[in-house]
C-alpha cells in the first residue's frame, strides 16, 4: 500500500502562490486515484480537487475553481496542487489523499492519507 507525503506549505501573503507536492512511496502509485483535501481550525475537512489515475477527470471545489490546479505525475509518483490568487481563507492544513475505489470528492471514501502540510495566507 503506497505511503504519502506532503511538502510545499508556507507564510505567504494574499494574492502569492504556492505549489504543494505530494510524494508517494512506490511505483503502484499510477493505480490510485488522488485528492486534496484541506481543514482549518474549527471546521470540518473539505474537498479540495480530485484527479483519476491518468488526470482523465477533474474535480475541483467551487471555492477554488479557476485559482487551484490539480495534476500529476505517475512516473515520479508525485500529485500536485499549483495554488494562486490565495485567499486568507484558504489557510488550512492541506492533505493528500488515494483511493482505489474510483473517482469521488467524498473524503471518507479515501483509504490513504498523507501527514498534512500548513498554508498560512496573511491580509
Known amino acids: 500500500q503506497v505511503q504519502l507525503a506532503e511538502s510545499g506549505g508556507g507564510l505567504v501573503q494574499a494574492g502569492d502562490s504556492l505549489r504543494l507536492s505530494c510524494a508517494g512511496s512506490?511505483?503502484?502509485?499510477?493505480?490510485?486515484?488522488m485528492g486534496w483535501f484541506r481543514q482549518a481550525p474549527g471546521n470540518e475537512r473539505q474537498f479540495v480537487a480530485a484527479?483519476?489515475?491518468?488526470?482523465?477527470?477533474?474535480d475541483y471545489a467551487a471555492s477554488v475553481k479557476g485559482r487551484f490546479t490539480i495534476s500529476r505525475d505517475n512516473a515520479k509518483n508525485r500529485l500536485y496542487l499549483q495554488m494562486n490568487s490565495l485567499k486568507p481563507e484558504d489557510t488550512a492544513v492541506y492533505y493528500c489523499?488515494?483511493?482505489?475505489?474510483?473517482?469521488?470528492?467524498?473524503?471518507?471514501?479515501?483509504?490513504?492519507w498523507g501527514q498534512g502540510t500548513q498554508v498560512t495566507v496573511s491580509s
Open positions: 489523499a488515494a483511493t482505489t475505489s474510483g473517482p469521488t470528492t467524498s473524503g471518507p471514501r479515501y483509504d490513504i
Open positions: 512506490e511505483r503502484t502509485f499510477s493505480m490510485y486515484n
Open positions: 484527479i483519476t489515475r491518468f488526470g482523465n477527470i477533474i
